[in-house]
């Protein structure tokens, strides 16, 4: 047996060598992370558009079900049917329309916009007026010109007379209506949230405090409206007056912006900066019917061919080394807020 101090000192070696190691990891990272920049400075790895064929993906989850629930006899049978009405189809020379399916999901600047414009583009060089886009939107809004971009991306496939048809699964608020409501025909589940067609800002002011520890802030301006409301300074009557006025004319083109596409709609009755649910957004004409995009898809896949369009960029070294910590920390902080929401019922 070892006395106690070889494993002092076995455990001293031992640390110096992982120490050592873990230098050596270290640095050999930064290395790597310092060469991706300076190979990709001044230009940003192209992207590459992905299309997946949802017909394959129903297909998959109908034939699993089939051979797990149907006897020898009855695949056979139904394997025979569907190889039949293929044929007569060919033969008859018919061609299912095509459905071209994009994903929204919106933050506060609309970050998916970037995506969003090249998927657009792609499908518009192809796509006719037999055809369809389906949009899969999800979004509580945000910035105004952020969003107003979105938007004008959508009213290029309306402008190219292919008609869009955008489903909310679960909410489509503020800015994401406004993009909803640029589609021909508009899709919510029942309990989706629709609405706050209204413009809101806020900002603290911490003039006092400054003031009372005799601290100064100047703010200079060229243009009697250049700056109306800050933080920092000391706010007027006019500037308040001005900031209010700048709102409400963006609130009157927001509820133009939806009159125009859905004239049907009582425009003062709903621009009121409320929200309703999917029923009650049905009453108010903010949505022409009640369905999950799953079901929408599932039946429009019996009678069309249906394609899943992504535009991905190609992320940098240090994009994915941070994008990987960012996922660890993500997965540390949830799991402990979920030990910790469990405790409350233990």
Not at 37 to 60: C, T
Not at 304 to 310: G, Q, R, S, V
Request: glycine fraction near 6%.
């Amino acid at each position: 047996m070892k006395n106690k101090g070889e494993c002092v000192e076995f455990f001293a070696e031992y640390a110096s060598f992982l120490a050592k190691t873990i230098t050596l990891v270290v640095a050999i990272l930064v290395l790597l992370v310092a060469a991706s920049v300076v190979r990709s400075k001044g230009r940003r790895p192209a992207g590459h558009l992905q299309v997946n064929k949802l017909n394959d993906f129903y297909k998959q989850l109908r034939q699993r079900l089939e051979h797990s629930v149907l006897d020898k006899d009855q695949l056979k049978a139904t394997h025979k049917a569907e190889a039949k009405a293929a044929k007569q189809a060919k033969k008859a020379g018919l061609h299912k329309p095509r459905v071209f399916v994009l994903d929204f999901d919106g933050d506060i600047k609309a970050s998916a916009t970037d995506h969003l414009r090249h998927e657009i583009t792609a499908l518009l060089s192809l796509a006719t007026p037999q055809d369809e886009v389906v949009l899969r939107l999800e979004s509580g809004g945000g910035m105004v010109h952020s969003y107003g971009l979105a938007s004008s991306q959508l009213a290029r496939i309306r402008q190219a007379g292919v008609p869009l048809t955008v489903c909310i699964d679960k909410v489509a608020a503020s800015g994401g209506y406004m993009m909803a409501c640029i589609g021909d025909k508009v899709i919510a589940a029942p309990f989706a949230v629709l609405g706050s067609i209204g413009v809101v800002a806020q900002l603290p002011n911490v003039h006092r405090l400054l003031k009372k520890h005799d601290i100064d802030f100047e703010v200079h301006t060229a243009g009697e409206y250049k700056r109306t409301l800050t933080i920092f300074g000391e706010n007027t009557e006019k500037g308040r007056e001005k900031f209010q006025q700048d709102l409400e004319t963006i609130h009157e083109l927001f509820k133009n912006f939806v009159a125009r596409y859905r004239p049907n709609l009582n425009i003062d009755e709903i621009a009121t900066g409320e929200v309703w649910l999917g029923l009650s957004a049905l009453e108010k004409r903010l949505v022409d019917e009640l369905r999950t995009s799953d079901e929408y898809l599932a039946e429009r896949a019996l009678k069309a061919e249906l394609f899943h369009l992504h535009y991905v960029e190609k992320k940098t070294l240090q994009e994915r080394v941070g994008l990987a910590a960012s996922v660890a920390l993500d997965r540390f902080t949830l799991n402990w807020l979920s030990r910790l929401n469990q405790q409350r019922f233990w």
